[in-house]
C-alpha cells in the first residue's frame, strides 16, 4: 500500500534556524530517505516552502477567491512529506517514527487510494 | 424479547469468537466473516429444533458459517472481484471441517482490535464484538450509548481496518511489548466500565467477567507473561468483592465496611495464588494486583497491612507516576502512620487534583480522623461540589451528615 507521510511541525524553529543548522536537518532527512530508497520503499518527498509563501484558493459562485496564507491556522505546520509503499500501516507508521519532525513535532500517516 | 439468534450466539460466544477469527483470517473481511456467522446462527435455529442437535454443534456451526462465506462469495462478486473471491474461497476450503483443528487465530484478531490506530472506545467495542462475541446490542446497553451509534462506530472501524491497512497479525518482536500493554488496557478499561457501576445494572457487571474472559484468553495465548498474569490477579480480588461493594438499597459500601464473609473465596484463591507466583517485579498491573492481595488477605479491617500498601503505592509511583496514585500512597501512609502523616502528603496535590472529588473525600476523612471537623465539613463540602455519580453523592452526604452528628 501506498502511504502519505504528511510531516507537521512547528516552523517558527525551522525559521529562526542557521543556515549551518538547516543544512544539517536536510541531511538528516537526506540520510533517512536514502535509507527508504535503498529498500525500495520511496515513491517520493519534498520539502515545501513555508506557510508565508502560501495562497489558498476557493471558487465560490463562479467567483475566485484568493487569500494569502495557508488553509487553516495551526500551531504546526505542514513542511513536507514523503510517500512510501509498504505492505501495510504498522510499516508506515515505524517509517514515520523515524523522522525528526515525529520527535518535535508530528507525522500524519494517509493511505493513498489506488484508483 | 432478546432475538433468537443472539440466545444461540451467548450458547456459543467462545466458539463465535474463534470461528470469526478463523473466518477473517481467511477472507479479510470482518463484515463478511460476522454476517457468515450469524446466518449459520439462524440456520441452526431453524433446523435444529425439527431435525435435531447435531453431534458437534459448534464444528456444525463453523461449517455452515464457512460454506455461507463461500455461497455468498460466489452469488456477489462480479468483474474483477471473482479472482480476490477464488483466493478467499481457496483460503476458506483450506481451513476444514472443524475449527479447533486449525491455528487458533484470536490473538491476531485481538491485536488487530486493539490497534492503537483505532480510538480508545472503538477499540473497546470491538473487541467486545469481534474477539468476545457481545451484540451490537449488548454492548450498547452495557456502555449506555444507542444502539446505531455503536454500529456506526464499529463500522467505521471496519472500515479504517481496511482502508488504513491495518494489519491482521500479531506484531513483530520489537514493538510486541509495547501492543500488549495496549491489549491489557482495552481488557482492564472493559473491566473497569463494569466495576464503576454500581447501580447492580445487571449487564454492566456481566463486563467483569468479559474482562476476566478475556484477559484469561491473552494469558492463554501468550502465555507466562507476568503483566497479563498480574491483571488478571488484580481483575479477580477486585471482583471477588463485588457482592459487598452495595447494600441492599443499592448505596456504597466502603471496603472497611464490607462484609467479608461476603466476598467469592474461590476468586480471592485463586488471586492470591497468582500473586504468590507472580515474579517480585514491578510491573504496573503487579503491584495493584499485590495491593489488591493486602486487602484480600486480610480478615478484619484492621487486619490490612497498611505499612506494605504504603510500600506498594511507592514502587506504582515510581513506575506509573500519577497524581492519583500519590493521593493512594498518602491514604495508606496516613493509614500506617496517622492522618497527619498524609495531610502532609496531601498538601502538594491540591493544585494537580483540585477539581477531583474523591482527593477532597480523602482530604475530608484525614482531617476527621486528625479531630478537625470544621475543616473536614469543609472538604466534603468541596467534593460534593464536584460528584457525579448518584450513588457517591449520597455516601458523601452521609458522611458529612455523620460529621455534623458525633
Known amino acids: 500500500m501506498r502511504y502519505l507521510l504528511m510531516i507537521y511541525d512547528d516552523e517558527a524553529g525551522y525559521e529562526a534556524a542557521t543556515e549551518e543548522q538547516r543544512e544539517a536537518m536536510r541531511r538528516e532527512y537526506g540520510t533517512i530517505a536514502d535509507g527508504w530508497g535503498e529498500r525500495g520503499l520511496m515513491r517520493g518527498g519534498d520539502e515545501l516552502a513555508p506557510t508565508s509563501s502560501a495562497t489558498t484558493v476557493r471558487v465560490r459562485s463562479e467567483a475566485r477567491l484568493v487569500t494569502d496564507g495557508p488553509f487553516a491556522e495551526t500551531k504546526e505546520q505542514l513542511g513536507g512529506y514523503f510517500i512510501v509503499d509498504v505492505e501495510d500501516l504498522d510499516t508506515a507508521i515505524a517509517l514515520a517514527a523515524e523522522l525528526p519532525a515525529a520527535r518535535s513535532g508530528s507525522i500524519e500517516v494517509r493511505p493513498i487510494l489506488d484508483m | ?406
Request: net charge negative; with cysteine; glycine share 6%.
Open chain 2, 1 to 406: 424479547m432478546p432475538d433468537v439468534a443472539e440466545v444461540l450466539d451467548r450458547a456459543f460466544r467462545l466458539d463465535a469468537g474463534r470461528a470469526v477469527a478463523a473466518l477473517i483470517g481467511a477472507l479479510r473481511d470482518f463484515d463478511l466473516a460476522e454476517e457468515a456467522w450469524q446466518e449459520a446462527c439462524e440456520q441452526a435455529l431453524r433446523t435444529w429444533p425439527t431435525r435435531g442437535v447435531p453431534d458437534n454443534p459448534s464444528a456444525w456451526l463453523f461449517t455452515t458459517a464457512r460454506n455461507r462465506a463461500i455461497d455468498r462469495l460466489r452469488r456477489d462478486r462480479i468483474g474483477l472481484e471473482k479472482t480476490a473471491a477464488a483466493v478467499q474461497i481457496a483460503d476458506l476450503q483450506a481451513l476444514g471441517d472443524d475449527m479447533h483443528e486449525i491455528p487458533d487465530d484470536r490473538l491476531r484478531l485481538l491485536f488487530t482490535c486493539c490497534h492503537p490506530a483505532l480510538a480508545l472506545d472503538t477499540r473497546v467495542a470491538l473487541t467486545l464484538r469481534t474477539v468476545a462475541g457481545l451484540t451490537t446490542r449488548e454492548i450498547a446497553r452495557a456502555f449506555l450509548v444507542p444502539e446505531p451509534t455503536l454500529g456506526q462506530r464499529l463500522t467505521r472501524a471496519k472500515r479504517k481496518i481496511r482502508e488504513a491497512g491495518i494489519p491482521y497479525r500479531v506484531p513483530p518482536r520489537e514493538v510486541l511489548p509495547e501492543r500488549l500493554d495496549g491489549v491489557r488496557a482495552v481488557v482492564y478499561l472493559v473491566f473497569n466500565e463494569g466495576y464503576a457501576a454500581t447501580e447492580g445494572e445487571l449487564l454492566r457487571a456481566e463486563l467483569c467477567d468479559e474482562a476476566i474472559r478475556l484477559c484469561r484468553l491473552l494469558d492463554h495465548l501468550i502465555p507466562d507473561e507476568p503483566e497479563t498474569r498480574g491483571l488478571l490477579a488484580l481483575l479477580l480480588l477486585q471482583h471477588a468483592r463485588r457482592a459487598s461493594r452495595t447494600d441492599a438499597a443499592g448505596e456504597i459500601v466502603v471496603l472497611e465496611d464490607q462484609d467479608r464473609s461476603r466476598w467469592d473465596q474461590a476468586m480471592i484463591d485463586e488471586g492470591l495464588g497468582l500473586v504468590r507466583d507472580a515474579a517480585p517485579e514491578t510491573g504496573a498491573y503487579r503491584l495493584q494486583a499485590q495491593i489488591a492481595a493486602c486487602h484480600a488477605a486480610a480478615p478484619r479491617p484492621e487486619d490490612t497491612d497498611w505499612p506494605r500498601i504504603a510500600t506498594l503505592y511507592t514502587a506504582l509511583a515510581a513506575t506509573r507516576p500519577s497524581p492519583v496514585v500519590e493521593l493512594n500512597r498518602a491514604v495508606a501512609i496516613a493509614m500506617a502512620d496517622g492522618p497527619d502523616a498524609g495531610l502532609r502528603l496531601l498538601e502538594p496535590l491540591a493544585g494537580d487534583l483540585d477539581r477531583y472529588h474523591l482527593f477532597h473525600a480523602a482530604r475530608a476523612d484525614l482531617l476527621r480522623r486528625a479531630g478537625d471537623a470544621d475543616a473536614a465539613g469543609l472538604a466534603y463540602d468541596r467534593a460534593l461540589e464536584l460528584v457525579t455519580n448518584d450513588a457517591e453523592r449520597r455516601y458523601l452526604e452521609r458522611r458529612r451528615r455523620d460529621l455534623a452528628s458525633h
